[in-house]
């Protein structure tokens, strides 16, 4: 009776070892798609850090450029004020031309402040996925070292 005992106690630990082995590879499977999901959201993090990186550089770029069309515009008003009182419509012309740089370069700004945002968004997503991921790889290891302590 006690020999059936035993082999009945093998059985149940036998089982228990074959659940425990199921439950660690589903726990490996799911860090594994995890860990993928991760990969494709670097990838594509990157490339939109990548995207956001060239954007901001064309945005300072045009910045620049709309910084010089200002600084020449104004130059242009001053020598005309000053050179004939009858380009009166034309100075009115380049005023106008002015105004619209400066609200291009407002646009630019703001678009670039969303770029930044926008990374910065990225960038905690990121880093809260790893947290993620870290939290799973430790908790499949307790889970493991649970199982190993139950057979041991």
């Known amino acids: 009776a006690s020999n059936i005992h035993f082999k009945d106690q093998v059985v149940s630990l036998q089982n228990i070892k074959e659940n425990m082995a199921k439950e660690v590879c589903e726990k490996e499977a799911t860090i594994e798609s995890y860990k993928s999901k991760m990969a494709a959201m670097e990838e594509k993090t990157s490339s939109v850090a990548s995207q956001l990186s060239d954007k901001v550089s064309e945005l300072h770029i045009a910045k620049a450029v709309a910084e010089e ?36 370069l407002r646009e630019r700004e703001a678009a670039l402040e969303e770029s930044k945002l926008i990374n910065s968004k990225l960038l905690r997503a990121k880093a809260a996925a790893e947290e993620n991921i870290t939290t799973l790889e430790r908790k499949v290891k307790t889970e493991q070292l649970m199982a190993a302590a139950k057979l041991a």
């Open 69 to 104: 069309r200002v600084t020449t515009l104004e130059c242009k008003i001053k020598a005309a004020i000053l050179s004939n009182s009858q380009l009166t419509g034309q100075v009115a012309s380049l005023q106008n031309a002015k105004v619209d740089a400066a609200r291009h």
